[in-house]
């Protein structure tokens, strides 16, 4: 007689089975494996439906806060395309690259929170406006929240350091080198890149050239050295990417 006892997966209640039969004990043991398998596969799909839904919604929060700014909204898209390009390049895994494309648009969604006379304000900050502005990067932070999601931790890293610098110079800690994570030095990167080469109400784009001399010299002060090395190193494959996302959105 063999008897098996413990909790039976489905039931969740501790029963006692008794066999004559070891190999009908045997099957019985793989249709609990089995039925466990199931139920395993059953809760990581509807996690993974969970974790689509709320990507779905911070982007879409991401993209009220940048229609404010930019009314075409293309610049999220080609910060989230270029940011996953520039991690690959880096040596970054294939994973770690498609989920920067993925959080790279929300590193603004903290300017949902700023009023319209400190976001849309032309010419300069006063150093309280300046301040409130500044605060869009801790906001962005605590709007994406606390995750144990890889996904969303990401997320929140993006917001909170795209402004931090390489000498320490940034906001809002003021971190400095490698102390920044390196998802935000690629954005940091992306993000002043785009900004300058799209167009602006209060201004006509930079040229690429124009815009490589400036980061050049923000080269081991605002940006990582090397990450900027290898942006400059494959600004063409960046430039043709540019092409097919600004295309693509115009037969939106
Ligand atoms: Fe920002
Ligand atoms: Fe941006």
Redesign the pocket.
Known sequence: MTTLSGPIPQFGKPQTLAFADPFAAMAQLQRYADDLKYVMHEKESALKQIEKAHLHSLTVLARAA?YRDDDTGV??DR?GGFSGLLAKLIGRSDEEAKMLSLVAPM??IGKIAIPDSVLKKPGEYTLAERAIMNNHAVIGAEIIGESDIPLFAMAAQVALT?HENWDGSGYPFGIAGTQIAWCGRVVAII?FF??LTMHRVYRKAFSDERALEMMKIQRGRKFDPEMLDVFIEHLDEFVRMREQINSSSKNR
């Open positions: 940048e610049h999220m910060v590193h603004d795209h993000d785009d900004a």
